[in-house]
């Protein structure tokens, strides 16, 4: 599949997000979270087997290479896949935050477990990356 393919895909998830992407996109839109730049249905490229391969991220902070991902109830079957993801972008060099839909009913208990997560994502740093 061709990039721009991928685009497009996220493209029309972009353009029908679930109630709790809402919810979180409202709170993460136009730097308003810790002047972070945040995407949405951002596509990840990887190689499997010699394979390449994508999947979408929720959202994304390039900046602090900062996944977020929304789990709902299709999280609870798809476990392994989930553990899979997550180790394709550590691999890649990026931290990982999931978290569950009905968190977002108690919005500031997420946003601390982003503002941690974003902390935590500092100080493993080196110290030439944090100073730029």
């Given amino acids: 599949m061709k990039y721009d393919e991928i685009k497009e895909i996220a493209r029309k998830f972009r353009k029908a ?8 996109w409202s709170i993460l839109r136009l730097r308003k979270f810790e002047g972070k730049k945040f ?6 490229m990887f190689e499997n087997n010699r394979k ?6 929720d959202f994304y902070c ?3 290479r900062l996944v977020i991902e929304l789990d709902g ?17 550590k691999s890649k060099g990026m931290s990982v935050l999931r978290t569950r839909n009905e968190e977002l009913n108690n919005p500031g208990e997420v946003e601390k477990k982003i503002k941690d997560a974003l ?5 493993k740093l080196p110290i030439d990356e944090v100073l730029k």
């Fill in 73 to 89: 109830g299709i999280h609870e079957i798809q476990e392994l896949r989930d553990q899979e993801r997550d180790l394709i972008l």
């Fill in 39 to 44: 995407l949405r249905q951002h596509p990840v």
């Fill in 62 to 64: 390039a900046e602090d």
């Fill in 17 to 24: 997000p679930t109630q709790a992407e809402r919810k979180l």
């Fill in 52 to 57: 390449r391969s994508f999947f979408i991220a």
């Fill in 119 to 123: 902390k935590s994502r500092i100080q």
